[in-house]
């Protein structure tokens, strides 16, 4: 449940709340799901608990800057100019942080990926035959059979250039 004093709780809702964004997000994915696409299939897809998990990621989670985190530097000192100073003084910090979701928004949103991985599931599935026949047709053409490499490491030397 949503804890702005749990660090791990934080930490594992806002991973949650990216991994859900990326598939529907562009950047440097050549393939990207359609929200409206997903809401016409039938099945229950939320529109607006999506709406509200992506506005979460964009203006909470991917940003430092933004109105559920707050930290003022405050100076304190004892006495007055009239009354005279005291040796007490000192400076402090007041944080306040928020993890911008509701326990029952948390709740909607893990009942609404459930329902987004039903329907992804059931598309897979449908097209199955599809990419079967595809495969075996260029299988049979070229008699080439190319395997998906088991292990793929990402090279850094072009994340300059993904990023733009």
Partial sequence: ????????????????????????????????????????????FDLEIHDYLIALRDKHVAHSVNDFEECEAVAVVVGGPNSGWRDGSGVGVIMKRSVGISALLLKQAIEHVINLQKIVTDKVESLRFEVYVEFKDAFEKDKKWECAPLLHFSGRRDIAKRRK
């Fill in 1 to 44: 449940m949503p804890d702005s004093t749990n660090l791990q709780t934080t930490a594992l809702i806002f991973s949650g709340v990216v991994s859900y964004a990326r598939c529907f997000k562009s950047g440097v994915r050549k393939v990207r799901l359609d929200p409206s696409q997903l809401a016409a299939t039938g099945v229950a």
